[in-house]
């Protein structure tokens, strides 16, 4: 349907599907996890990592924990995830997603985004991503009880 252009009174061809879309990522996890950190999103040293979405689901009710540190996770038994690209064109992505089965020490916090009691969680950063700008800094989702954890965390980069 053709548009009129405010700046003129020719018309415009309205555009087809934007395609300028940043290369976005999501890493879907599954397993069992102690309490504590179940899964981080860590940040890269060649592109900042802008997380959008987190959705957590757990087996039982417990207390579900996001939050940002200014230094990775240690220790603890883990296992990196596939960082399944939204596009087959993106390239590898930078930023990784680990998930432990016996618990870390959680890196230095700066703060908590969200914790709520339940099974399920849910965050959209709408108005400004969960930014990532370093290789030390992360998010981790924790559980203060041991449970099974499904969900998923995106992501873009630049």
């Known amino acids: 349907m053709p548009l009129v252009n405010a700046q003129s009174p020719i018309l415009t061809q309205q555009a087809g599907p934007d395609t300028n879309f940043p290369e976005t990522y999501r890493a879907a996890f599954n397993h069992t996890a102690a309490a504590g950190v179940a899964n981080e999103i860590r940040g890269s040293g060649s592109a900042t990592i ?14 579900i924990t996001v939050d940002k540190l200014s230094a990775n996770s240690t220790g603890g038994t883990s296992a990196g995830l596939t960082e399944t690209p939204l596009d087959s064109n993106n390239a590898a992505a930078n930023g990784t997603v680990v998930e432990y089965t016996a618990a870390p020490t959680q890196g230095a916090l700066v703060g908590a985004i969200g914790a709520l009691t ?8 709408d108005t400004q991503p969960l930014t990532l700008n370093t290789a030390a800094q992360a998010v981790s989702i924790s559980v203060s009880s041991g449970v099974d954890v499904t969900g998923f965390v995106e992501w873009y980069e630049a």
């Open 50 to 63: 802008y997380i959008t979405k987190i959705s957590v689901i757990t087996s039982a009710s417990t207390t």
């Open 118 to 125: 339940g099974t399920t969680v849910s965050y959209s950063f």
